[in-house]
């Protein structure tokens, strides 16, 4: 996924966690068909709130129940349009920005990162 969840996604695994290794060459005989990108490593639930608990400035962020503070500690401008855009891009419709609403998409933000290969649980997961 790209857009505003990638930027995050990025800025807390690094987009290396998205390249694939370069496929072995096949054969000339048979047509080459593309290569699936690979999934990203799984990491433990201990190894991401340590990759975010060590990222510049996360000790001034209430990254663990904000969406707000999450987006600025990973350097996005967490401003209502772009966190509109950010619930429209994991499929929440409506979103007007109220309290609830921020507290669900961070939730969202959270369990789509573990999706993806992070593991999150107990309050950072529900």
Same mark, same amino acid.
């Given at each position: 996924?790209?857009?505003? %969840?990638?930027?995050?996604?990025? !800025?807390?695994?690094?987009?290396?966690?998205?390249? *694939?290794? *370069?496929p072995a060459p096949a054969p000339a005989a048979a047509p080459a068909a593309p290569a699936a990108p690979a999934a990203p490593?799984?990491?433990?639930? !201990?190894?991401?709130?340590a990759r975010i608990a060590a990222m510049p400035g996360a000790d001034k962020y209430n990254w663990k129940t904000s969406?707000?503070?999450?987006?600025?500690?990973?350097?996005?401008?967490?401003? %209502? *349009?772009?966190?509109?855009?950010?619930?429209?891009?994991?499929?929440?419709?409506?979103?007007?920005?109220? *309290?609830?609403?921020?507290?669900n998409l961070h939730h969202a933000v959270l369990n789509l990162l573990a999706a993806e290969g992070g593991k999150v649980g107990g309050m950072l997961k529900d």
């Open positions: 996924m790209m857009g505003i %969840f990638g930027s995050i996604k990025n !800025a807390i695994w690094g987009s290396d966690k998205e390249e *694939a290794k *370069a490593d799984p990491i433990s639930q !201990a190894e991401m709130e969406i707000v503070d999450l987006m600025k500690m990973v350097g996005l401008d967490p401003s %209502f *349009a772009n966190r509109k855009e950010l619930a429209e891009e994991l499929g929440m419709e409506g979103y007007s920005g109220t *309290a609830e609403e921020n507290i």
